[in-house]
Structure formats: structure tokens, C-alpha cells
């Protein structure tokens, strides 16, 4: 490596570091400060109170339940998809990661359209059976579950799908010729072999409903999680007791990613070669049936809640009670939409916020993951933990770090008075982009040979030309789709914005949460459909932008 | 990453278009909608210099929002919250204090002593059934029949912790037990027994509204305008009965933020809002209840003459409440929340 390149990456981390420290890590230091502003006297305060000791056990318990039922849905579904061949398993294909595409609380809402108490499938099951009250209630503890589950089992279909993807079947067909039944091929080959994949995204979902806070927020009843329990510690003025709840919630956090982590160690098999899977086609007739009514049934469920959030967005506000369906429907809601320019305000809000986010999340997370990646430096250990550092904390708790921290000017702590500006929640979804978008940069990059970074030196390319003929090549699938993650969480972000916006940033969640309040439902809906609309455009342009670069 | 640039820029570029030249006034309220859109419509025609932006959120969230912003105040005017809210804040040093031009006529309960904040509208509490599934003969007639093993299950209670509405209720009756017996056992036995018949804590209005329609419960406890809002506004099958034995009288008040940036437009919007004209607007068409006393009857809707002739307000002691209704508050999240619910 030649002189001037060690001191160009110093050039290059040292504001890299700087920043992600001051976003990253300060905002956190504020927070545990905070909790102890008092001496102990709000820790003491929090394990005193009965009810934030049962926030910690419903918030770990409720993780927990949403890691288990997740994994069995998405287990299941994956090999499927990949092993088999039936009837339907195209369309299948095709709508299973649909649930990811709904931003959070607009999923939540559908929910309770679909099966809530008064819910459309609730009520038609109640009608069909004649049952003189509703079958189920949508609350507490295992609603959230539910629904996490449905939200969440993505993850896992997605990270055992590109487990199975690499899959050397073969290795599977080597082990039955020797004997191993289907069971023991299961336990000893093919799981192993997706551990890595297994435990990454249950970490993944753990971490998500940790700090997962609309379900809760709607369908927590009598429940309390502290992803909650924090927001109202704040609204009844005891800011201290949110400071403490905030640090136990990102402690448990930490736990869980050290928990999922070892797991993860404990088992390491790498296939060697590249996959080659084969699926098997499904040939019994009655196997054939079996599957295809199966697919169908699961492809209703997976559409149901876009399609009721499209339905009530066509409703009639207040005529729909005690029927089944709504019974009058309109084009009023998309109408006020499109002709008062103040309820346009809202989505340009959330469309500028998340490009420049974005657009920041490239830059500073391309120059990390170039860092860690490709250059050996002594700080390289202490900045992939900063980067990684936003994934294990819950956004609540991103917020308020934000919120306690960016809240005056001060030259002596380094803070700049952000709150109750446009900025702060542009800020914070940068914050929540950084593990997401250097996570797929890195792995981009990764798959690069650095000779071949040396090699363009030593044949005399500066460094400007090989960081733009080699690196950022390398680097672009992953900027593309780390990018695109980014913008569409960013979009439809609710738990910051709920704690950080202002008028001059109301982001979409807001305007639809605002709309629900004033029994606009199909107001709120018409929003939803446009935010979908909006990841959908999103996603197809980051697809065909990189289908023209390749 | 000149994609990225270019991108930024464009973000920008749409950001700036949507600034003009007139001065911006922010209002934080819970009024809705409605209201505050049809209110800034008029403002804005009276004062074309003036854009009134108002953030519409629950009133202990503005609270809680004036409160985070202390240091560099967003707001400039807060319009609505119960006056325990307004207390608050004022204890706290963040309204500015202000003397409306018609502050003798609201009576002396309706506004702070040290005019920090003046009443606008009067918010009874009442009991709300569902009309489709009890008679109002036989709804509950006051606060303790509500209490009646019979509605075990049957009533929906708003999350109390972050409504000033539930918080109003819930403090009321801890305080008469205060002033009856000395303590807020009395109190905290009442809201245990509350708890018993209680289905659920909904988290937010909205979800109340749409479950007490839906008949997932049938009673609820919440004030008397949004109740009528729904019943004449969204045909939702409620009505309310106003509690014989007396019931609290929440003001709602109007407040300058203390560190506004525009305190003259700020004081011009106070003094729109609360017009005898504009009062008699609100009352009308967003069936609001004038705390003003010079607004002849006459011009008032039936049901608010009506509520004026029911209504026995139940005395409170405010200095009392701004005391100690945290300290309750937090007590019946701790031990009473769930002690007895669905068991």
C-alpha cells in the first residue's frame, strides 16, 4: 500500500468516525446520562414499579414468541418455494415478502379491519357459525404476536431462501446414499449448513419487535412493552423514568444480538463450491391438490390485508358498523387528496426526508464499509460497531436519544439545536439507515479480491480513478439495495416520527395517524394505499435501475 | 454519488418551493381538523400577511412537545387542553402570560390567576352507551352505577395515562375521596372496582369510538362534545347521560407559548378564535360549549342549552389536582391497572 493512501484513509475516517460517533454513539451516552440525573433515584423508581417490570417481561416474552412463530412460518415456507415444484408455487413465489412492503402502522390498522372484534373476517366468521359473539378478540399479548409474525416471518423466508440458494443439494443426495434418513439429513446436513442464515434473521426479528411500538400501540389493550411504556413515561412528564426504561430496552437489545451472535458461532460449515439446487416436482395427484389449496390459502391470507386497506379506502366514513363489509363506498377520500395541496404536504414530506437520508446513508455508510472492507487500520473493530451499533437499539429509544441530545445549542457538549426543526427526523432516519445500508455495501464489497484494488494502483491508476473503475462498481449492488431498504423504511417510518416531528417535517405515518384520530378511516387508507404505491414505485425503480447498470 | 447530490438537491429544490412570504404562525391543538382548518381558513382571509400552521396532536402531547422545546420554542400559540394541563405549564414557566380583551367574561374558575391562559370551551364528562344495545332507561344514571357488577366487561376505558380527558375523571373521583375522607383509598377502591367491569384500556379516541359503535363494549366514560360529534356527525349509535350526582367541568383553555417568535400575530389569533362570533361557529357547526358567559342563549343549539340546565359542575380543587395527579396517576398504573380486569 503506498504512503499516500494510509494517509488518505485517515483523511477519509477520521470525519466518517467523528460523525457517526456524534450521531451514533452520543445520543446514547445522553440517554444512560440522563437516567442518572437523579442518582439512582429513577432506577430505584423503575424496578419499584410493577408495572414497568412487567413491560420488560411482555417486551422480552413477546420478542421471543415473534422469533418462534416467525421461524415457523417462514421455515416451512422457504423450503417449499425451493425443494418443490407445485401447482401455484409461482404466484406463491411472487407475494410472499408482500407483508414487508406494508410500512407499520399501516399494517397494524389492516389488521384490525380484517380481525379485530369487529373485524371483516371476525364478523363473517360470527355470522357464518351464528356464534352470538365475536370468536376471538384482537388484544394483548398474542395479537402482537400475530402480528408480528405476519410482518416479520419475511426476514426468515427470506435470509433460509438465499441459505437454501446457495444449498448443495448434492451434499443432501451424498448423505442418503449413505443411509441417513430424511430427519437425521435434516438435522445433521441441512441445518448446520443454514445456521448462519437462521440466526441472522432471528436477530432480525427479535430486534424488530423489541422495538416494534405501533402493534403494541394499537392492540396493547391492557399490556404494557416498554417500547410504549417509554412514550408514556414522557407524556406523564417523568423523563428521567423514560431515560431508564430507554437504557433497559437497548440493554435487553444488546443481549439479544450477543445471544443470537453466539448461537450463531457456535456452529460454522461452509459449503464449499457454488449451489446447485435441484427442486423436486411434485408428482402424486392428490400431493398436487394438497399443495395447490395450500398455496391458495396462504396467498389469500398474505394479499387480505393490502387489499381490505384498498377496500376501506374506497369506504364511506361512518356508515360502516355492525355489517360484515362496508356498505357504501365513494372516490371522496382520493378526491380531498388530490384536490387539497395541504394534504399533499405530507407525502412530499416523507418523500424529501427519505432521499435525503438516503443520499447521506450512501455517502458516510460507502466510505465506513470501504473502510472496513478494504483497508486495515487500527480503529477498524471500534467502527464496525458504530455502524452496527443503530441495529441494536429500537428506534424509541433512537428517538429520544436524539430528542435528549439535539435539543439545545452548545458549543462545550457539541449540541445543535435540531428539535422542533425539519431536520431532526431526516437525522434520525439516517441514524436508523446506517446498519442497513453498510451492511449491503460491505457485503458488495467483500466479494471483491483487494489485489485487484492493488493491482489498479500498481499499474499507476490514481486513487480517484480506482476508487470509480473498481470500488464503486464492487460497491454497487449493495449501495442500490441497501439504498433502496433504506428510503423504504424511511418513508414509512412511524416510532421516531411519533416522538420527533413538527409541522414542517408531519411525515405520511403522522398525517395518517392525525386522519385516524379525527374517524377519517378512509382518509387514513387512501394515505396507506399512496404509501404502498409509493415503495412499490421505489422498489421497481431501484430494480430497473439495476438491471440497466449490469 | 452524484446521483446522490443530484438527488439532494432536488429534495432541497422541493422543499423550498413550498416556502413563501408570509409570516408563519404554528398552533399546537387538539381541536382536529375541522375546526382548526376551518378556523385557519378565516384567520388567513382576515390576515393574508399571516400562515397559520397548526400541529394537531392529543394535549398532553403538546404538553409534553412545549415542554421538549423549551429552549427553542416551535409554537406560538396552544390551543386546547384541559385547564390541569394549562396549570402545569404554568408552573413549569412556559406560557406567556395575556389578557384578552374579553377576559371578564368568563368566571373566575375558567381562567388563571396570573393570566397565563383563559378558558375557550366547556368540556363536561358523561357517561356514553351504545344505543343499539341499552336503553336509556336503563344506561347507567351516575358515576357509581357504573360500578354495577351488570356492566362487568361491558365498558371500554381510554388509556388514562394519555388522556387529559380520563385523567380529569380519574382525578376528580380520587379528590372527592380526598375531601370526603381525608385519603385516596376511597378513591383508588372506586377505580379498582371500575377496573373489575372494565373490557379494555383502548389506547387511542379513535379505536374508543370505533368500538363503542361496533358494540365491542357499551359503556364508556369520555365528555360530552366528541360524543355528540359522533352522534350528530357520524351517525355512530351513542348518546351520553350527564351523571346526576355532578360531574367535572373541564375547562379548555387558549395559551400564548412563553419565547414566541411572533407575539403580536400570536395575540391576533388568540382574540379570532375567540370572538363571540367565532364562539357561536364552534358551537355550531363543531359543537363546541362557549365558556364565554356573554354569548346570549338564544344563539346557542338546543343540546347546549340543554347541558346548560343539567350540568351540576363537581367542585374540584385545582391546586389540589396539580399536586397530586401525577402521583395518582402513576399509583393506579402501578397497582390498580389490571387488578381485577377479567378476573
Not at chain 1, 150 to 170: I, K, N, P, Q, W
Not at chain 2, 79 to 96: H, M, N, S, V, Y
Request: proline content about 5%; overall charge positive.
Amino acid at each position: 500500500m503506498k504512503q499516500g493512501d494510509t494517509r488518505r484513509s485517515l483523511l477519509l475516517a477520521i470525519p466518517v468516525f467523528a460523525l457517526l460517533v456524534w450521531t451514533v454513539a452520543y445520543p446514547n451516552v445522553a440517554v444512560i446520562a440522563g437516567s442518572f440525573e437523579n442518582g439512582l433515584g429513577h432506577w430505584r423508581e423503575f424496578i419499584a414499579s410493577p408495572a414497568d417490570r412487567e413491560a420488560l417481561s411482555t417486551s422480552i416474552i413477546i420478542s421471543l414468541a415473534s422469533v418462534v412463530a416467525s421461524l415457523a412460518i417462514g421455515v416451512p415456507l422457504a423450503f417449499l418455494l425451493s425443494r418443490f415444484d407445485f401447482p401455484g408455487r409461482r404466484i406463491l413465489r411472487a407475494v410472499a415478502t408482500l407483508p414487508a412492503a406494508l410500512p407499520p402502522l399501516v399494517g397494524v390498522i389492516a389488521f384490525l379491519f380484517l380481525y379485530g372484534e369487529s373485524g371483516v373476517v371476525t364478523r363473517a366468521i360470527q355470522r357464518l357459525f351464528n356464534m352470538p359473539e365475536a370468536p376471538w378478540r384482537l388484544t394483548g399479548v398474542p395479537a402482537i404476536i400475530f402480528v408480528h409474525a405476519y410482518t416479520m416471518y419475511v426476514y426468515v423466508y427470506l435470509f433460509v431462501s438465499a441459505g437454501l440458494e446457495r444449498f448443495d443439494t448434492t451434499l443432501d443426495e451424498a448423505a442418503s446414499g449413505l443411509g441417513a434418513s430424511g430427519w437425521q439429513r435434516l438435522r445433521y446436513v441441512t441445518l448446520p449448513l443454514l445456521t448462519p442464515a437462521l440466526a441472522g434473521s432471528m436477530l432480525l426479528v427479535f430486534m424488530t419487535s423489541l422495538g416494534s411500538f405501533s402493534a403494541p400501540y394499537v392492540f396493547g389493550g391492557g399490556i404494557r412493552v416498554l417500547a410504549t411504556q417509554i412514550v408514556s413515561s414522557k407524556l406523564n412528564g417523568s423523563l428521567g423514568l423514560a431515560y431508564v426504561e430507554t437504557t433497559v430496552l437497548a440493554l435487553s437489545a444488546v443481549a439479544g444480538l450477543a445471544l443470537f451472535r453466539w448461537l450463531e458461532r457456535k456452529r460454522k460449515y461452509t459449503s464449499s463450491g457454488k449451489g446447485s439446487a435441484t427442486r423436486r416436482v411434485i408428482r402424486s395427484r392428490r400431493a398436487q391438490i394438497a399443495a395447490a389449496v395450500l398455496a391458495t390459502i396462504t396467498v389469500i391470507v398474505l394479499v387480505l390485508p393490502h387489499l381490505m386497506v384498498i377496500l376501506v379506502s374506497f369506504a364511506v366514513d361512518g356508515q360502516w358498523t355492525t355489517q360484515v363489509m362496508p356498505p357504501a363506498y365513494t372516490l371522496d377520500n382520493y378526491r380531498r387528496l388530490f384536490s387539497e395541496a395541504e394534504l399533499w404536504r405530507p407525502i412530499m414530506n416523507s418523500l424529501s426526508m427519505a432521499v435525503i437520508a438516503t443520499a447521506a446513508n450512501l455517502i458516510v455508510c460507502f466510505v465506513a464499509a470501504y473502510l472496513i472492507v478494504l483497508r486495515k487500520f487500527s480503529g477498524r473493530r471500534t467502527l464496525e460497531v458504530l455502524v452496527a451499533l443503530p441495529w441494536a437499539i429500537p428506534a424509541t429509544a433512537i428517538a429520544l436519544g436524539l430528542a435528549a441530545t439535539f435539543n439545545r445549542n452548545d458549543l462545550l457538549s457539541a449540541r445543535v439545536l435540531l428539535v422542533g426543526t425539519f431536520w431532526i427526523l431526516p437525522l434520525a432516519y439516517f441514524v436508523r439507515g446506517i446498519p442497513l445500508v453498510s451492511t449491503a455495501i460491505e457485503g458488495s464489497l467483500r466479494q471483491l479480491d483487494p489485489a485487484l484494488e492493488d493491482a489498479a494502483r500498481g499499474l499507476g491508476g490514481s486513487w480517484w480513478l480506482t476508487m470509480r473503475k473498481v470500488v464503486l462498481p464492487a460497491a454497487r449492488p449493495g449501495l442500490v439495495a441497501g439504498g433502496l431498504l433504506a428510503a423504504v423504511t424511511a418513508v414509512g417510518e412511524f416510532v421516531a416520527g411519533v416522538v420527533l416531528y413538527t409541522h414542517a417535517n408531519r411525515p405520511i405515518s403522522m398525517e395518517i395517524l392525525a386522519q385516524l384520530r379525527a374517524l377519517a378511516f378512509g382518509t387514513a387508507s387512501a394515505y396507506s394505499v399512496l404509501l404502498i404505491l409509493l415503495v412499490l414505485l421505489m422498489t421497481l425503480t431501484a430494480r430497473s435501475f439495476e438491471e440497466r447498470m449490469a | 454519488m452524484k446521483r446522490a447530490l443530484a438527488l439532494t438537491a432536488l429534495a432541497l429544490g422541493l422543499l423550498s418551493c413550498s416556502s413563501d412570504k408570509r409570516t408563519v404562525l404554528t398552533v399546537y391543538s387538539p381541536h382536529g381538523p375541522e375546526l382548526l382548518g376551518s378556523l385557519e381558513k378565516s384567520f388567513e382571509k382576515a390576515h393574508p400577511d399571516i400562515d397559520v400552521q397548526w400541529v394537531d396532536m392529543g394535549s398532553q402531547e403538546v404538553l409534553d412537545r412545549i415542554r421538549a422545546e423549551k429552549d427553542n420554542p416551535q409554537a406560538d400559540v396552544w390551543f386546547g387542553a384541559p385547564a390541569e394541563a394549562f396549570d402545569r405549564a404554568t408552573k413549569e414557566g412556559l406560557l406567556e402570560p395575556y389578557i384578552p380583551t374579553w377576559s371578564n367574561a368568563v368566571a373566575v374558575e375558567g381562567r388563571d390567576a396570573g393570566d397565563h391562559w383563559y378558558g375557550t370551551y366547556l368540556t363536561p364528562e358523561v357517561i356514553a352507551y351504545n344505543t343499539q344495545v341499552v336503553r336509556r332507561e336503563d344506561a347507567p344514571k351516575d358515576w357509581d352505577e357504573v360500578l354495577d357488577p351488570k356492566w362487568k366487561g361491558k365498558v371500554l376505558i381510554r388509556d388514562p395515562i394519555a388522556s387529559g380527558t380520563m385523567r380529569a375523571i380519574f382525578g376528580a373521583i380520587v379528590a372527592r375521596s380526598v375531601t370526603q375522607t381525608g385519603s385516596p383509598e376511597a378513591g383508588y377502591e372506586w377505580l379498582r372496582k371500575l377496573d373489575a367491569n372494565t373490557r379494555e384500556y383502548v389506547l387511542n379516541p379513535t379505536i374508543l369510538y370505533q368500538k363503542i359503535g361496533r358494540q365491542e363494549g357499551v359503556i364508556t366514560l369520555w365528555d360530552m362534545p366528541d360524543i355528540a360529534t359522533l352522534k350528530q356527525r357520524f351517525n355512530i349509535s351513542v348518546d351520553y347521560i350527564i351523571p346526576s350526582s355532578g360531574t367535572p367541568l373541564l375547562v379548555d383553555g387558549i395559551a400564548i407559548v412563553k419565547g414566541t417568535k411572533h407575539p403580536k400575530e400570536a395575540k391576533m389569533y388568540y382574540e379570532f378564535v375567540t370572538t363571540p362570533e367565532a364562539m357561536r361557529d364552534a358551537a355550531v357547526n363543531h359543537l363546541r360549549i362557549p365558556a364565554r358567559t356573554d354569548i346570549p342563549q338564544a344563539d346557542l343549539p338546543q343540546w347546549i342549552r340543554d347541558a346548560y340546565s343539567k350540568i351540576k359542575p363537581m367542585p374540584v380543587d385545582r391546586k389540589m389536582m396539580a399536586g397530586h395527579l401525577d402521583e395518582w396517576m402513576r399509583y393506579w398504573d402501578a397497582n390498580i391497572r389490571n387488578s381485577r380486569r377479567g378476573k
